[in-house]
């Protein structure tokens, strides 16, 4: 049985059609498919359902280089009769040839009526420029290649400035991962929020809106979920330990409220914020107490401590001995004893931080 055929129209991959030539920019191709191939409804049963099925399309059912030098195989051939939801047009240099160009802008002109939307990746803007589908509207493209297509297509309403646009059911984008970045606005839009993350947080990118860098942005569309925005605060707490870090301040930098931003903290490091802060900034004073020219003082400083006794608290409640002591027993290669308990919790923190600046 095809499950893929059985599948109800809004769960059936959509068929998108990447076009592939000689020279074609391999980024151009490859970002894109591996964020379409990535994509997956969540399953009922844990079974991850294809959003897509992507197809490589070529001018002719053969091989082809790209500018790189990787060789690719088209799966499809332009003149056949498939139908697809989507059209992605690569850039390159190969497409800047006239008569590949002539080529592609005439089988995207044909196909256009029965694609809901077609999209082009950097200078693969040439081929659908000459098709004439997007006279009269905003283009993206790739900087270095912006005043070449405003001239040679004086129609469009060239920028330079943006990652990509999105104008009816066309969309442009400029070069490098700006091609990723689009893939997963399409993902958004045809799967939602959700599922574009996902890809997002796989391909180690964020989402973004189209438009042009001046252009307001819908910011809550396009933030990480709470999880991502709390859990990328460590790295920035130790480079600010100096700092006074407060409950609301810290909520403020992860847009939250500072309830559910305490919630969702103790959720994910299984403590209080400010329980965390002071963990972290005990375990850089015990690294701190090592250098012989520092004083009890300038460390409780250094690491955001009000005092120094504050600080002798903090440390005696949690490393079971004053920092002095500490100091004068790690000389001696007699480290302090430290309970199970606490030993948990430093690692614990250490071992995240440790991740988390890695990352």
Partial sequence: MNIVASLPPSLAPRVVAIMAFDGVAALDLTGPLEALSIARFPGGRGEALPCYRPVVMGLERRSFTSESGLIFKAEACAESSDSFDTILIPGGSGLR???????????????????RRIASVSTGLYALAQSGLVDGRPVATHWRFSRDIARRFPRLRVTHTASFLKDDRFYTSAGGTAGVEMTLALIDE?????????VAREMVMRLRPPGDAGDPVEELSYQPDPIERVAELPAWILTHLHEKMTVEELAARACLCPRHFSRVFKQIFNCTPADFVEELRLSEARRRLLGLRTTVESVAC?????????????????????????????AGSALPH?????????HYANAYLKEAVAA
């Fill in 97 to 115: 040839q006239p008569e590949t160009t002539r080529r592609v802008a005439g089988w995207l002109a044909a196909r256009a009526k029965s694609t």
């Fill in 190 to 198: 045809d799967c939602g929020g959700e599922v574009a993350r996902a």
């Fill in 302 to 330: 250094s690491v955001g401590f009000k005092s120094s006794d504050a600080f002798r608290r903090a440390f005696e409640r949690r490393v079971g001995v004053t920092p002095t002591a500490f100091r004068r027993r790690a």
């Fill in 338 to 346: 430290v309970s199970r308990p606490q030993a948990r919790s430093v």
